[in-house]
């Protein structure tokens, strides 16, 4: 296994080095820069700006110069935020959003896989009929408009929860079932299709000709079986929770790293975007690998391949 885990790591390298190269140089080229505001500078005060963020080198000194400090740990000042370094803000803001990624992964895996069992043990029937109905709408309304449906209907009508705002408990429900709603749909139906997939194997009509109760066979024998679709989606799903978080801390006002993404895209930060790139790319390829190696701790035959 730890062959395994150095030949991922390795691997990564390159990924992460052409993810890092895209990101800068389109960041270079598109419109605009890190100065240009409503109110304009003076071209010698401009001009000293540049060279003191090394701006006015070639682009391939910039991007040479970056890899340095990047390998050195190193994300660089900040433009917008001035007073902080793209280190210091992700700090700030990495565990707030990793809280809101993980927690939506976590309700929608007990979620999903919960309501894909009961759905497959009662198939065709109308429990199942109004389960797979409701993944099917969780997987056709997006994010960013599940969140403001779910502000305007238990926030503003209702008056149940606060529509804004992080760190109080009732705080957090809104954000994590708007990131989580689509992921349980997903996991639902993917148990749901592996479980009646594992009911009709031999082994299970083995356990049932022996007595045992559904519960039982259920615990013992399916439930590990149907996982595999659902532990290999997992990677996929923290990946996207990950990224979707970005929409969700911008409608819901969550101080996450999100918020800072797209202030930094808007204002041409370039370092803090950069930042951001590397960050979300480092957190997708350790997610997962973090599921390869569950997928073959749960498959012996993928642990001895």
Request: aromatic share 10%.
């Amino acid at each position: 296994m730890s062959r395994f885990v150095l030949n991922r790591l390795f691997s990564a390298v390159p990924t992460l080095f052409i993810a890092i190269a895209i990101a800068f140089f389109m960041m270079r080229v598109a419109p605009g820069g890190p100065f240009d505001s409503d109110r304009q500078l003076a071209p010698a005060i401009e001009a000293n700006l540049r060279k003191a963020y090394h701006l006015d080198e070639p682009l391939y000194m910039q991007f040479g110069r970056y890899l340095v400090g990047l390998a050195q740990g190193d994300f660089g000042p900040s433009f917008k935020y001035q007073d902080f370094t793209v280190g210091q803000l992700i700090m700030k803001g990495l565990p707030i959003s990793l809280s809101l990624a993980l927690g939506s992964v976590l309700i929608a895996t007990t979620a999903g896989i919960l309501i894909g069992m009961i759905a497959a043990f009662r198939q065709n029937s109308r429990i199942d009929h109004v389960a797979m109905a409701g993944a099917m709408a969780g997987i056709a309304i997006p994010n960013f408009v599940m969140a403001p449906l779910l502000t305007l209907l238990l926030g503003v009508h209702l008056g149940w929860l606060p529509v804004g705002g992080w760190g109080k408990p009732e705080q957090v429900i809104l954000p994590l079932f708007a990131l989580a709603l689509p992921k349980i749909a997903y996991v639902a139906r993917l148990t749901r299709a592996s479980t009646i997939e594992v009911l009709r194997s031999n082994f299970i009509r083995t356990a049932r000709s022996k007595g045992l109760p559904n519960r039982l066979i259920l615990a013992r024998h399916a439930l590990k079986a149907s996982l595999m679709p659902v532990v290999s989606y997992l990677g996929p799903a923290t990946a996207s929770a990950i990224v979707s978080a970005v929409v969700i801390e911008s409608i819901f006002g969550i101080p996450g790293i999100g918020r800072y993404f797209v202030l930094g895209a808007l204002n041409r930060d370039y370092t803090l975007v950069m930042g951001m790139v590397v960050l979300y790319a480092a957190l997708i390829l350790l997610f997962n690998l973090l599921v390869d190696l569950l997928y073959g701790l749960l498959d012996p035959k993928v642990r001895f391949e």
